[in-house]
């Protein structure tokens, strides 16, 4: 079974700097997603980043990055020029390579809670 | 556009009541829906997902159950409801054909409080 960790349970970063969000996956899938969701809070979870397992360059979204390293099986999450508004949890995902229908099910970490301070 | 809403927003409820939870998608047909439930510390567990009216799937035992009357209709309930039931309760459509991103669209959550 596919799990998925996230050992930070909280983090901390001053406005403008950069914070690296860890995760790191097990699996014995070679086809998979990897997906990055932050939920402010009191409001809805959206997506933030999305990285496809077969694809060797890292995902990029404006200030949003990941560093993708298959072989150990890691998946962090950088945030470059942090904003107050990039206050959130934060929750690494994983998802087993699909064809449609019912198998796209998402496995979710435990979360880590980013404060952005002024 | 593609929206989805989930109500209530906040319920407390006695133990041994009964629970109803709904979920609405609008701007899509044939979604695959889903609910989770979101534990402090531990994460989001999936409880049930549904490709079609009619057709659910359990991924854990529990005292809950859901519903698909309609297309873009989920319902989650409970007969009577127990302390361990109380929690943060997250309905997710997506993309239910081949070629969709396997990206989750959330809504706003339900926070049950079991008393």
């Known amino acids: 079974a596919q799990t998925v960790t996230q050992s930070q349970p909280e983090m901390s970063v001053q406005e403008a700097e950069t914070v690296t969000l860890s995760c790191t996956y097990d699996?014995?899938?070679?086809?998979?997603?990897l997906f990055w969701y932050k939920q402010p809070p009191s409001r809805q979870m959206i997506l933030v980043i999305r990285?496809?397992?077969?694809?060797?360059q890292n995902a990029t979204e404006n200030r949003f990055s990941v560093n993708f390293q298959k072989a150990a099986k890691s998946f962090s999450l950088k945030i470059s020029d942090s904003q107050l508004g990039d206050t959130a949890m934060y929750f690494c995902?994983?998802?087993?390579?699909?064809?449609?229908?019912?198998?796209?099910?998402?496995?979710f970490g435990t979360g880590t809670l980013l404060a952005v301070q002024p | 556009s593609q929206t989805i809403h989930q109500w209530p927003a906040t319920l407390v409820q006695p133990v041994g009541s009964p629970l109803s939870l709904e979920c609405t998608v609008e701007g899509t047909s044939n979604p695959n829906l889903y609910w989770y439930r979101q534990a402090a510390g531990r994460g989001l567990q999936l409880l049930f997902y549904s490709v079609g009216i009619g057709q659910i799937s359990s991924e854990v035992p529990q005292n809950l159950s859901a519903s698909r009357p309609q297309d873009r209709q989920f319902i989650l309930s409970s007969k009577k409801l127990l302390l361990s039931d109380s929690g943060f309760y997250l309905c997710?459509?997506?993309?239910?054909?081949?070629?969709?991103?396997?990206?989750?669209?959330f809504g706003e959550g339900s926070r049950l409080t079991v008393l």
């Open positions: 699996t014995s899938e070679n086809n998979y997603y």
């Open positions: 990285q496809e397992a077969y694809k060797q």
């Open positions: 995902a994983f998802m087993k390579d699909y064809y449609g229908g019912a198998t796209n099910k998402l496995i």
């Open positions: 997710a459509w997506s993309e239910g054909l081949a070629g969709g991103t396997g990206e989750l669209f």
